[in-house]
């Protein structure tokens, strides 16, 4: 099979040199090897560890498009460049591979349907947690089951500074920075921090495990600036660990979705992933739960999922893509979930309010503010406390699996 | 497709659960109904729940292949006559999906070759860690790494077990008569807590791992019978979580696999799986470390696996069955692994001994008998201690992940 290469960051470099360390391996499985033709990209960046002999390098689409090759990886990254680049391949009647998270979770439907229409492959597995297989997953191994929720913690960067500020107490200005220095942040760590790339992941998974149209601007964010190492340490105290969550429920009709930091119990599978790790934990009605583990991110790391998609679309060619017929009706509305409350007010104020508001709770006794943590509230529940007290901190808590 | 359930316990009425409940699911998917037409079985258990009209009780497996039908589920359990029926349903032409790990372990090479020559799928997914999809990660979504190492928590009532042990300071036998009360021990506890279950486990994981044929009695196992509390809490006190592991290794020339009790850092991944949960971490060349987590057993649970497997068929038909062509060396040279060592002699002759062989170790202080924990050991260095010294309990412990 031979394989463009779309960009040549630190991802493009590590398909390449997985293809070529892993060559004989790859062979022994598929039965044919698979040969780097092309590689598309203005600079060669982080390649001085590729060998290059032999690989035709193109510098404009236009070029590439008149060349002769089977499949096509892109990790351009970008967005409205590179829907444009993936329908003009796929109408060339080329398999895509994609890392492309952006630009897929806008676009995926419709290109999907090119590809379909051209009986070639759009494959995307590196899109969600890296290295974590997540997308076959849903796709083929839990298909027996209706699947009703996923959690994910989706975004290294995120998990990388929220595991500094509960293990060494530091607080987010300092942990971003330490994430900047280990290359786990970038520059502008706004996609990141903020929660947009969890976003994107979360829509793309939720879309294959409920198979629903998601519009991914339609999905609530919310980032982790804001997260004070006090309500970390508090929760930690009465057994909450703080992770940046992207979560999904489906009951068969609506849909929640959401990406927010959330107290997960200590015991919980996904409590204990850490620093730039990813895992995505999923409930089926057969399997009950699940969890699948690995590396966000990383450019051998990334480059096994786009690796195992090239081997599988060289073994099995075209399969359909599934396209979802109907659009998910996003709702926060069929879900209560207990939440973390700080208050600014004092005690007496706080529980006042509470009971004028007949909300039932527990308190976290030690030498902080008042802090509860509520029975299940439904959203307008959720709303009237925020209307009628100053709260400082408050956040969603899971609820217990089995 | 129409399919055949052979076996009518636990796991086979679970898989007629499953395909019932999720029927409309199914087809959405797979564009065809899975029709449950015949039922192979003595004598009709757990079936309460379950809606039999409309299906054919066969009662000989003479009868059953006259009949007409795709697949057959095998959840019989027990090895020469599932082997025989195994032969005369691929024979026949029929894709098998199995849950038999005792049979398989034994058997999978020359049944896969029938199954080749047939032109029909053998599957086995829930063979392995039940409803973990270890089986297809490891075939297809891990596929572009060499693999160098799967560790496992496989059996869960070891893992029940050893979690009371260390959670509650039971001792074996209590835990064991709680794990038989849950129903998560059998009568005969034997296959379980003497890690025959999880030496076939691992055996079929290591197989497709590192694509080598492997003798299931030439991998030695250890059960957990003799684990004493006190070396579980002695382990705690110093960052340590006893598990039940299969281990296995390969260097691209000899393998190392073997079941036994083994610490693992606190911090490990598989240390935060719980009663009667598995997982499987695995580590390959390209995505570093990566783990698959779920439940180990159950009805509905195994059915979702089982139920995969047969919606993988009934999409994609024949896949040739993957056959390692060379048989595996077995070996315990080429790794070194620290241990975990109490003493029954006085501190200073254990010192003497230690200093004699040359071995170096930090000691865990506290109020119990001499115990250390040594530098990783040749399995020489580790039998000449064992001949000089009086030694009252030794555990593998593993080495570190990044």
């Known amino acids: ?17 997985v293809i070529q360390e892993n060559q004989t391996h790859i062979q022994e499985q598929i039965g044919e090897p698979i040969e780097v033709t092309h590689v598309f990209g203005e600079t ?3 390649l001085h560890n590729c060998d290059l002999s032999g690989i035709k390098q193109i510098k404009t689409i236009d070029e ?19 829907y444009d680049v993936h ?62 929720r996923v959690l994910g913690i989706l975004n290294g960067t995120t998990n990388y500074i929220l595991t500094k500020m509960t293990q060494e107490g530091m607080d987010f200005n300092q942990a971003l920075e330490e994430a900047s220095e280990k290359g786990y942040a970038e520059a502008d760590p706004t996609n990141d921090v903020d929660g947009f790339d969890a976003q994107r992941k979360i829509t793309l998974l939720s879309r294959l495990a409920f198979n629903r149209k998601i519009s991914v601007e339609k999905v609530p964010v919310q980032g982790i600036r804001e997260v004070a190492v006090e309500d970390i340490e508090i929760g930690l105290e009465h057994g909450y660990v703080m992770k940046l969550l992207g979560l999904s429920e489906f009951d068969g009709k609506e849909l929640e979705i959401s990406v927010e930091p959330t107290f997960l119990p200590q015991m919980h599978q996904l409590a204990a992933v850490h620093d730039a790790m990813n895992a995505v934990f999923v409930n089926g009605n057969a399997v009950e739960e699940t969890m699948f583990y690995g590396p966000g991110a990383g450019s051998l790391e990334t480059a096994s999922a786009i690796v195992s998609d090239v081997m599988e679309i060289a073994e099995f ?16 509305e069929f879900t209560r979930h207990p939440y973390y409350v700080r208050f600014n007010e004092e005690k007496e104020n706080a529980q006042k309010i509470l009971a004028d508001l007949k909300l039932e709770y527990d308190v976290f006794e030690g030498n902080h503010a008042f802090t509860i943590q509520t029975n299940p509230l439904a959203p307008k529940e959720k709303e009237a406390l925020l209307e009628k007290a100053d709260v400082a901190a408050i956040y969603r808590i899971t609820r217990e699996d089995k």
């Open 64 to 82: 590439l498009l008149e060349e002769d090759f089977d499949l096509a990886v892109e990790v351009l990254g970008g967005i409205e460049f590179t």
């Open 317 to 332: 060619g075209f399969v359909p893509n599934r396209i979802p017929k109907e659009a998910a009706t996003i709702t926060d």
């Open 1 to 17: 099979m031979k394989v463009a290469i779309l960009g040549l960051g630190t991802v493009g470099s590590g398909v390449l040199k």
């Open 87 to 148: 329908k003009k391949l796929l109408n060339k009647g080329v398999h895509v591979v994609s890392a492309n998270k952006d630009m897929l979770a806008l676009h995926i439907d419709e290109l999907a349907e090119i590809a379909n229409q051209n009986k070639v492959q759009l494959a995307y597995e590196a899109t969600s947690a890296g290295g974590v297989p997540i997308v076959h997953n849903l796709q083929y191994t839990l298909r027996a089951n209706k699947i009703s």
């Open 44 to 46: 060669l960046l982080n």
